[in-house]
C-alpha cells in the first residue's frame, strides 16, 4: 500500500527561459482579429509585426500544431498539451547590434487554459499592465488575454530591447478582441490567508503533481474531463504554509468514487471528518461535495482543514468540465 507523503510544494521558482519562450500576436499596423482554434498556425504569423523599431526576423517561421510540439520544446511540450494547446507561431527577430528577441504565440483554445498555462510557473516579477495578467522579469514579458497566452523575451536586456518587448505586448494585446475568464474556480478558494503567486488551475495528474505532489498514481482519477485549482495559504499559526486542492467532476458519481480510492490508499486512517495526522505531525483531509473533491494538506490542525472545508463554496455544474 503506497504511503501517505507529506511533502512541500514543489511550484517552479524561475522558468527555464530557452524552453519557455516568448509569444506575441499582432501588432501596429495589423488589423484586430479574433482568430479560429480550427485555423492554420500559419494564421497566427499575420498577427505578428514584420518589423519592429529596426528588428526584422531572421529566419522563416516556424508553426506547431500537437503532434509536433515536442520538436520546439521538448521537455515542456507536455505542460501545453495538459492545456488543450491548439497550435502556435515562432519568430525571432534580430538587429545589428542588438540582441535578438523570440516571440512564440500560444493558441490554447480557451481563456480557461491560457489562464492556466500563465500560472503554471510561480511569477515574482512585477506587473506590466499588459494583457488580463502579466509579469516582467529580467528581459521576458509573459501574460495572457482570451484564450492566449502570449511570453516575449530579450536574450539580453537593454534599456532598448527592454522597450521594444513591452511595446511589442501593447500591441498583441490591442490585436486580440476579446478577454476570456478565468476559470470559475477560482472565485470558489478561500480568500483568507490564500497566497495569490502559489494559485495555479490543472486538468490532470501530471500537473497536480508538479504544484503539489500527492503520489506516482492517479489517485484522484484525473483526466481532461477535470477541473483543478491547487492554492497555497499562509497558516494562521504561522507554521509552514497549507495546501487546497480543489477537484470538478463531470458528475458526482464519478467524484464519489474518486474520493472513495483516493481514501482508501492516502488517507486510509482518516476519522469520520475526513481527516488524518500525517507522520510530520501535521494533518491532511479530503471530502466530496457533490461533484467537487476537496483535500486540505499540511494543515497544522485539525481545525484548520475543518475551517478550509467550510469556507469553500460549490455547487454541482455539470457541464462546466466538458
Same mark, same amino acid.
Given at each position: 500500500?503506497?504511503?501517505?507523503?507529506? #511533502?512541500?510544494? &514543489?511550484?517552479?521558482?524561475?522558468?527555464?527561459?530557452? #524552453? @519557455?519562450?516568448?509569444?506575441?500576436?499582432?501588432?501596429?499596423?495589423?488589423?484586430?482579429?479574433?482568430?479560429?482554434?480550427?485555423?492554420?498556425?500559419?494564421?497566427?504569423?499575420?498577427?505578428?509585426?514584420?518589423?519592429?523599431?529596426?528588428?526584422?526576423?531572421?529566419?522563416?517561421?516556424? @508553426?506547431?500544431?500537437?503532434?509536433?510540439?515536442?520538436?520546439?520544446?521538448?521537455?515542456?511540450?507536455?505542460?501545453?498539451?495538459?492545456?488543450?494547446?491548439? $497550435?502556435?507561431?515562432?519568430?525571432?527577430?534580430?538587429? &545589428?547590434?542588438?540582441?535578438?528577441?523570440? *516571440?512564440?504565440?500560444?493558441? !490554447? =483554445?480557451?481563456?480557461?487554459?491560457?489562464?492556466?498555462?500563465?500560472?503554471?510557473?510561480?511569477?515574482?516579477?512585477?506587473? *506590466?499592465?499588459?494583457?488580463?495578467?502579466?509579469?516582467?522579469?529580467?528581459?521576458?514579458?509573459?501574460?495572457?488575454? =482570451? $484564450?492566449?497566452?502570449?511570453?516575449?523575451?530579450?536574450?539580453?536586456?537593454?534599456?532598448?530591447?527592454?522597450?521594444?518587448?513591452?511595446?511589442?505586448?501593447?500591441? #498583441?494585446?490591442?490585436?486580440? $478582441?476579446?478577454?476570456?475568464?478565468?476559470?470559475?474556480? #477560482?472565485?470558489?478558494?478561500?480568500? &483568507?490567508?490564500?497566497?495569490?503567486?502559489?494559485?495555479?488551475?490543472?486538468?490532470?495528474? @501530471?500537473?497536480?503533481?508538479?504544484?503539489? @505532489?500527492?503520489?506516482?498514481?492517479?489517485?484522484?482519477? /484525473?483526466?481532461? &474531463?477535470?477541473?483543478? !485549482?491547487?492554492? $497555497?495559504?499562509?497558516?494562521?499559526?504561522?507554521?509552514?504554509?497549507?495546501?487546497?486542492? /480543489?477537484?470538478?467532476?463531470?458528475?458526482?458519481?464519478?467524484?464519489?468514487?474518486?474520493?472513495?480510492? %483516493?481514501?482508501?490508499?492516502?488517507?486510509?486512517?482518516?476519522?469520520?471528518?475526513?481527516?488524518?495526522?500525517?507522520?510530520?505531525?501535521?494533518? *491532511?483531509?479530503?471530502?466530496?461535495?457533490?461533484?467537487?473533491?476537496?483535500?486540505?494538506?499540511?494543515?497544522?490542525?485539525?481545525?484548520?482543514?475543518?475551517?478550509? %472545508?467550510?469556507?469553500?463554496?460549490?455547487?454541482?455544474?455539470?457541464?462546466?468540465?466538458?
Amino acid at each position: 500500500m503506497q504511503q501517505r507523503k507529506s #511533502v512541500e510544494l &514543489t511550484f517552479n521558482k524561475r522558468r527555464n527561459a530557452a #524552453v @519557455f519562450v516568448s509569444i506575441i500576436v499582432a501588432l501596429s499596423g495589423v488589423a484586430a482579429v479574433s482568430g479560429s482554434a480550427d485555423a492554420a498556425p500559419k494564421d497566427l504569423a499575420l498577427w505578428i509585426p514584420s518589423e519592429i523599431q529596426g528588428w526584422t526576423p531572421k529566419r522563416a517561421d516556424s @508553426f506547431y500544431m500537437p503532434d509536433n510540439l515536442y520538436d520546439y520544446i521538448d521537455g515542456a511540450a507536455e505542460v501545453y498539451l495538459s492545456f488543450n494547446f491548439q $497550435r502556435m507561431v515562432a519568430r525571432r527577430y534580430g538587429k &545589428t547590434g542588438a540582441p535578438d528577441i523570440i *516571440a512564440d504565440l500560444f493558441d !490554447m =483554445g480557451s481563456s480557461k487554459d491560457a489562464y492556466g498555462v500563465y500560472h503554471h510557473h510561480v511569477h515574482e516579477g512585477s506587473s *506590466a499592465g499588459i494583457g488580463q495578467e502579466s509579469e516582467y522579469m529580467e528581459g521576458a514579458l509573459y501574460f495572457w488575454k =482570451g $484564450r492566449y497566452f502570449a511570453s516575449i523575451m530579450t536574450m539580453q536586456e537593454t534599456d532598448e530591447s527592454k522597450r521594444v518587448v513591452l511595446e511589442l505586448g501593447k500591441a #498583441v494585446v490591442s490585436a486580440i $478582441r476579446a478577454e476570456g475568464p478565468r476559470p470559475d474556480l #477560482v472565485e470558489h478558494l478561500p480568500k &483568507t490567508g490564500l497566497d495569490s503567486k502559489h494559485v495555479h488551475y490543472f486538468h490532470n495528474h @501530471f500537473c497536480l503533481n508538479a504544484y503539489y @505532489f500527492l503520489a506516482d498514481e492517479n489517485l484522484l482519477d /484525473l483526466d481532461a &474531463t477535470t477541473e483543478g !485549482m491547487a492554492a $497555497r495559504y499562509v497558516a494562521p499559526s504561522g507554521t509552514a504554509p497549507m495546501v487546497l486542492v /480543489l477537484v470538478r467532476y463531470p458528475a458526482a458519481e464519478r467524484a464519489q468514487k474518486a474520493l472513495a480510492s %483516493f481514501m482508501k490508499v492516502y488517507l486510509h486512517d482518516a476519522d469520520a471528518d475526513g481527516t488524518a495526522k500525517t507522520e510530520n505531525g501535521r494533518w *491532511a483531509g479530503a471530502r466530496l461535495v457533490e461533484n467537487h473533491i476537496i483535500g486540505v494538506f499540511d494543515a497544522p490542525s485539525k481545525a484548520d482543514i475543518l475551517r478550509m %472545508f467550510n469556507e469553500v463554496k460549490v455547487s454541482n455544474q455539470k457541464d462546466s468540465c466538458s
